[in-house]
C-alpha cells in the first residue's frame, strides 16, 4: 500500500510515476491474496505518455549511470560539465537547465524528500530521454516502499522527523544511499541562488496543496477502504508463511494510522527544514 500510496499522492504532478490497481489472485484456483497491479517502466511506457512513435529511440538508466537501453553516454557528458564549472554563473546554469527537464525534476525531487526516502537517490533511481533533438532527461519514480516512515524498519535513516533535504546535499562518502555521485546534480543546482528560490517556492507551495495533510489524509483512507475487505483472507494466507508479517487486521490497520501519523505531521517538518536551509 506504501508505494502505491505516494504514487497516487503524485498522479497529477509532472512525474512519471506507475498507475496502480489493487487484484486479488487466483494461481491454478488457490487464493493468493491481494498482488498490486502495476504500470511497468521500460520504452514502451515512455512512448505511450508521450505520444511518441515506435521509431523513437531512449536513453534509459538506473542508479550510477547503469544503462537499461541506450547508452551513458550523454548523461556522463553533463556529469564531467557539472564537475567543471560553478553553477552559480548563470551561463553554466542556463546550460544545466537545458539539459533537464526542470518541471519533472522539481517535483521528483521534491516528492521523494518530502516522502522521507532514503532508499534513494544511490538506490531506486531511473532517468531517460529520448533520442531527439533538443529531448531532456526526466525521471521515473520508482520503487519508493522505504518513504513515509518505513526506512528505520530496514536500517535507514528515515522517519517523519528525517531532513531528506539534507541527505540530499551531502557531499561526502558514505555507505547510505547519498553517496556523492548521486547528490550531485542537485548540489550543482543549489550552487544557483535562482535554482533556491525556484525550488522552495515551489515546494511551499506542494506541501500546502498536493502534499497537505488535507489531501493526503483522504487518499489514504480511500486505499484503507478499499483494502479493508479483502485484508482478513489475505493475512491468513501468508502470515504463517513469514512472521514478519501482519498477523491481525488490527495490526494492519495499525500500520496504516502510522501512514497518517506521517501525513498529519511531515508537510510542517519539511517547511521548517527549507527555512533551516534557505
Known amino acids: 500500500m506504501r ?7 503524485v498522479q497529477d504532478l509532472d512525474i512519471y510515476g506507475q498507475a ?3 487484484v486479488v489472485v487466483y494461481l491454478n484456483n488457490k487464493y493468493w491474496g491481494i498482488y498490486n497491479l502495476r504500470e511497468k517502466f521500460n520504452k514502451n511506457y515512455i512512448r505511450r505518455h508521450q505520444n511518441l512513435s515506435k521509431d523513437v529511440k531512449f536513453d534509459i538508466l538506473e542508479r550510477h549511470y547503469q544503462v537499461d537501453e541506450g547508452s551513458e553516454d550523454d548523461y556522463v557528458t553533463l556529469v564531467d560539465y ?3 564549472h560553478d553553477l552559480n554563473d548563470q ?14 525534476f522539481l517535483d521528483y525531487y521534491c516528492a521523494q524528500i518530502y516522502f522521507a526516502n532514503t532508499d534513494w537517490p544511490g538506490n531506486n533511481i531511473k532517468y531517460w530521454k529520448a533520442k531527439l533533438p533538443d529531448s531532456k532527461w526526466n525521471w521515473f519514480m520508482h520503487d519508493t516502499d522505504l518513504g513515509f516512515a518505513l526506512a528505520p524498519l530496514f536500517m535507514h535513516p528515515g522517519g ?6 539534507a541527505f540530499n546535499l551531502n557531499d561526502q562518502e558514505t555507505n547510505l544511499h547519498n553517496q556523492p555521485w548521486a547528490t550531485l546534480l542537485f548540489r550543482k543546482l ?44 489475505h493475512i491468513n494466507r501468508w502470515k504463517d508463511e513469514d512472521p514478519s508479517f501482519y498477523q491481525s487486521v488490527s495490526a494492519w490497520e495499525a500500520e496504516v494510522e502510522l501512514l497518517r501519523e506521517f501525513a498529519r505531521k511531515r508537510a510542517d517538518i519539511v517547511k521548517g527544514h527549507l527555512e533551516q536551509w534557505n
Open 91 to 104: 551561463k553554466h546554469f542556463n546550460h544545466v537547465i537545458s539539459q533537464i527537464d526542470t518541471a519533472n
Open 3 to 9: 508505494d502505491a500510496l505516494m504514487h497516487t499522492i
Open 20 to 22: 496502480n490497481e489493487p
Open 160 to 165: 517523519v522527523d528525517h531532513n531528506t533535504l
Open 82 to 84: 557539472l564537475l567543471q
Open 190 to 233: 543549489t550552487e544557483s541562488q535562482v535554482f533556491n528560490e525556484v525550488f522552495v517556492k515551489h515546494f511551499l507551495k506542494l506541501l500546502d496543496d498536493e502534499f497537505s495533510p488535507e489531501r493526503v489524509i483522504p487518499l489514504i483512507n480511500n486505499m484503507q477502504s478499499r483494502l479493508r475487505p479483502e485484508m482478513s483472507r
